[in-house]
């Protein structure tokens, strides 16, 4: 659809106006996000608000004229009058909110299209805010700034990659001394208030993706129209923004609503020109069709229509379609080709116009994880309902066993103790563990048996009981590390902590069963109290600590972990209580030496109940002279 001659009563322009608008815009590249329903709460209008541009030098760095450059496409070659085939291939208008980053949005507005065009990816979402960081702190460009070049972002995503939207959303607005004391005043700020910080920690281990090498393409109306009828490829094009043409509130010449609204972007007259460049600033767009009839009133200053000896009004004809970022529900709302989409003058876009492209990517996307909870290979199952996943050890009901029985020697009275490991290649959520352990020793009191998990956690086996009796050997099933990913390494430790008696870890094994699918829903819910504890020395009513629970399941389990500063772990006696229901003695007092360690112990106690009610955390200090300890924490786990 287009707006031709034949639409409209000759030398009577269907968009004349019957009163004109006043002056509308500001300076600044975009506004805030939208989507496809239109305006947002605070969406940038022409009428009551500003559409921010861009540093026009950053903008145009680097960028060769066109007499520099070569056309593109075969010099016979004919083109329709009119093409917009490229609209389908676009991903949703975007909006810039308060921030001049319109190069930025448009190099991923190209990225995004580019994805699309290559057909892997079908719905692409590249992050703005991660390029905007990308282009100033991994490429160094543009430090100073906030604006950045399409030839510089596409170094960029070609060098670096970009990560998706997910990693790091786009936040509209700009820093200010309210997210860091430094970003005070509009000049010599430091890079990170124009990148809005750094990214999280988790978005550095996400994959990134990648564009070819761009290149600068001459932005004459045949060579433009040849590289997107040919290659069907958009073109970023970054200009000097004149106000009047573009309609736009800083104006100081009279604008037109109705031509905003429709997103036409007329050639400027020699006062907009003079009046535009005494606030110098720039736009970018991505450039994806045209209308060779496509037609538009002169303007002078005064907003009024140009017109010949015979009376008629001069009207300029042919221009651009492109898509801008200035979102929804205002500038181009009326366009037939999409809210937010505009048509701008060849001879503007040939005069002024710098334009950039990339390639089609090689999309290389990776294999399903099975165990992560993400469409890796994005075709829309995900983990064990993906039929990649079929043989995957985190999709089997079985549980697959790891040994070690490489023989380590336990030095005697060395809080180091000793270590053996079990590497497991095969990740999952674990559903169910059991720990078998053959370890010889002349003194099993001696001993603190632990089984670490790859994360960090630590379950407790065996913690000096047993006295005088010899070995520790047997099958212990751990709830501690249900839900935790197998993958890894799993370390037992083994501690003696007194001295003349020695031993050997002989073996050790695991057998683990993952769950998979919905069954994978395993760790249940947690409760955790806030405020720590103070547990006075030598007093048998101790000190408690209290969570309340207000409802669940029937209770199949508990992992109670509890973090607890004490010199002296043979001092204490630790019950977990149920008001009104009962109680479980998780340790109990047995004077042997050595600090107290974080623990977890799984409570069989209160299964077939409900977890509603109040659980109690007791710890009594049994004996004088090592306390006072403190409780800093500890945690119920419902299975």
């Not at 070609?158 to 309210?178: C, D, H, M, Q, V």
């Not at 000096?464 to 390494?489: L, P, R």
Request: hydrophobic share 30%.
């Amino acid at each position: 659809m287009s707006y031709s001659a034949s639409t409209r009563i000759k030398g009577i322009p269907w968009i004349i106006p019957a009163i004109m608008s006043l002056a509308v815009g500001s300076t600044g590249c975009s506004s805030s996000d939208s989507d496809d329903s239109g305006p947002t709460p605070g969406q940038v209008t022409n009428e009551d608000g500003d559409a921010p541009l861009s540093d026009v030098d950053a903008l145009l760095d680097g960028a060769p004229t066109n007499d520099k450059l070569p056309d593109e496409g075969k010099a016979d070659a004919v083109y329709p009058a009119e093409f917009n085939d490229l609209v389908d291939t676009q991903s949703r208008v975007l909006s810039q909110g308060s921030r001049g980053v319109c190069s930025i949005f448009s190099t991923v507005a190209l990225m995004e299209h580019l994805y699309i065009k290559e057909g892997t990816i079908t719905e692409p979402d590249f992050s703005e805010q991660a390029l905007q960081w990308s282009s100033k702190i991994e490429l160094g460009a543009f430090p100073n700034t906030g604006g950045s070049s399409a030839s510089r972002n596409l170094e960029a995503i070609n060098k670096f990659g970009l990560w998706e939207e997910a990693a790091w959303p786009y936040e509209p607005r700009k820093w200010t001394s309210a997210n860091d004391p430094e970003c005070t005043g509009e000049d010599d700020q430091p890079t990170l208030c124009y990148t809005n910080g750094s990214p999280p920690e988790s978005a550095m281990t996400q994959k990134r993706w990648y564009l070819p090498r761009g290149r600068w393409v001459s932005s004459r109306v045949r060579s433009l129209k040849a590289v997107m009828f040919e290659k069907k490829m958009a073109v970023v094009a970054g200009m000097t923004f004149y106000y009047q043409s573009w309609n736009h509130r800083g104006s100081k010449l009279k604008t037109d609503n109705d031509l905003w609204r429709k997103g036409i972007v007329t050639y400027p007259n020699e006062d907009d020109k003079t009046s535009s460049l005494e606030k110098r600033a720039g736009h970018s767009i991505l450039l994806v069709g045209w209308d060779d009839n496509m037609e538009a009133p002169k303007r002078d200053k005064d907003g009024e229509y140009l017109k010949d000896a015979d009376g008629n009004v001069e009207m300029e004809k042919g221009f651009f379609l492109f898509k801008n970022s200035w979102g929804k529900g205002s500038f181009g709302k009326d366009n037939p080709n999409g809210d937010g989409y505009g048509w701008l003058s060849y001879k503007y876009v040939e005069e002024e116009a710098r334009s950039y492209i990339s390639g089609v990517p090689e999309v290389e996307i990776p294999a399903e994880a099975c165990n992560d909870e993400v469409d890796n290979d994005r075709d829309g199952d995900v983990d064990c309902d993906d039929a990649d996943c079929t043989d995957d050890a985190a999709c089997q009901g079985d549980s697959l066993d790891y040994t070690n029985d490489t023989s380590v020697p336990i030095p005697d009275n060395d809080s180091a103790g000793a270590t053996s490991t079990i590497e497991v290649p095969d990740g999952g959520k674990v559903q169910a563990l059991s720990l078998t352990v053959d370890i010889t020793h002349s003194y099993k009191g001696d001993l603190t048996v632990s089984l670490i998990s790859p994360t960090g956690t630590e379950h407790i086996v065996h913690d000096g009981t047993g006295a005088g009796d010899d070995d520790v050997k047997g099958t212990f099933t751990i709830n501690a590390f249900v839900g935790e990913d197998a993958a890894g390494t799993w370390t037992l430790k083994v501690v003696d902590s007194a001295n003349a008696d020695t031993g050997t870890i002989n073996s050790f094994g695991l057998s683990i069963t993952r769950c998979s699918g919905d069954d994978c829903d395993t760790t249940g819910s947690k409760y955790e109290p806030t405020e720590t504890a103070t547990i006075p020395d030598n007093d048998p009513a101790g000190v408690s600590t209290d969570i309340t629970v207000a409802d669940g399941d029937t209770v199949n389990g508990i992992v109670v972990n509890v973090d607890i500063a004490h010199p002296a772990k043979g001092d204490l006696t630790v019950k977990l209580q149920k008001i009104g229901e009962g109680e479980a003695t998780l340790i109990e007092a047995d004077a042997s030496d050595g600090p107290f360690a974080p623990r977890t112990f799984t409570v069989a106690d209160f299964d077939g109940s409900g977890p509603a009610g109040t659980w109690r955390l007791v710890v009594i200090d049994s004996l004088q002279g090592d306390g006072p300890g403190t409780v800093n924490g500890w945690s119920l786990e419902f299975q």
